[in-house]
């Protein structure tokens, strides 16, 4: 096998925005929603991700940038999206370039990413999703995985839920599945880019600073709210947040320790709280838990709207806005000029209170 070889795809793949939104999920790991969904994918002339995946024996490690600034791939989404891929890998050969990879060969060999958003990141436009979409878009070309649209749904998923919307065009829902491996949770076309044609949504960008919504309190308690209340949904009858307080009350056929157990399945730390008895109340009375919990990033529930698009495809030539390359050009890049994309795109409970500082 030379060693000077590098084979590369480029391709792009629209954001999607959901009409009727997944609103919590069943598995965190896998990202399996608790309901069905359903977006419309935009239009990829003014949002899409454009996304450069490239191969070499040269490459010493994984790597990825992202509109020009590296990142990890350590993280547990893309780790789940590349052993997917790689083990759904074939056989790859360019007899022009002289260049031949055996399927046993992606395991060893690494990874050069280059990913550009023509669309505010990190701004509520689904940035993530169109984002996990065509990397695995693009990895599953350059690595010719045999898997339809539907299966391959499946694999971005695992990276940002929505992102398996993204791989269509038009109106697509979002399957919720009923397997513990995920494997029915997947995305169907309902209808193409064609079926309502004049569909015309408009989107204001006013800024394009990243605020770090981590510092945030307001999004940690909501995110919060919304894994207990997700868990436990049978139990939770309501609740009510105190921005102020940073508090929240939860109310529901529910013991304390259920939610201190359910917090920490979450993520959160429990080491601080403390159970305090409340006076007896009748047995018809519900539960209520009192928490309060620390702050986290979650993601906005409201997404700004455009014209829905064409499914994603890999491009012919490289794209006008391709993506930027590191100041600092690392030692190999992801893209050699002599490497241009190849291919064409395709109760009962007692009242009780708990109170906590996690």
Known sequence: MAEKWVLTVTAQTPTNIAVIKYWGKRDENLILPINDSISVTLDPQHLCTTTSVAVSPAFTHDRMWLNGKEISLSGGRYQNCLRELRARASDVEDEEKGIK???????????????????????????????????????????????????????????????????????????????????DS????????????????????????????????????????????????????????????????????VQPETVLQTVSKSGKATSFWEAVEAPAAPESKSAETLAALESKPTETPTEPESKHAEAPAELESKPAEAPIEPESKPAETPIEPESKPTEAPEPESKHAEAVGVA
């Open 101 to 183: 990879i055996a399927k046993k060969d992606w395991e060893k060999l690494h990874l050069h990413i280059a990913s550009y958003n023509n669309f505010p990141t990190a701004a509520g436009l689904a940035s993530s999703a169109a984002g996990f979409a065509c990397l695995v878009f693009s990895l599953a070309k350059l690595m010719k995985v045999k898997e339809d649209h539907s299966k391959l749904s499946a694999i971005a998923r695992q990276g940002s839920g929505s992102a398996c919307r993204s791989l269509y065009g038009g109106f697509v829902k979002w399957i919720m599945g009923k397997e513990e491996n995920g494997s």
């Open 186 to 253: 997947i995305a169907v076309q309902l209808a193409d880019e064609k079926h309502w044609d004049d569909l015309v949504i408009i989107i204001a960008v006013l800024s394009t600073v990243l605020v770090d919504i981590a510092q945030h309190p307001m999004i940690g308690i909501y995110d919060s709210v919304m894994n207990i209340q997700n868990l436990l949904l049978a139990s939770v009858e309501s609740f009510d947040i105190n921005i102020e307080q940073q508090k929240v009350t939860v109310k529901g056929s």
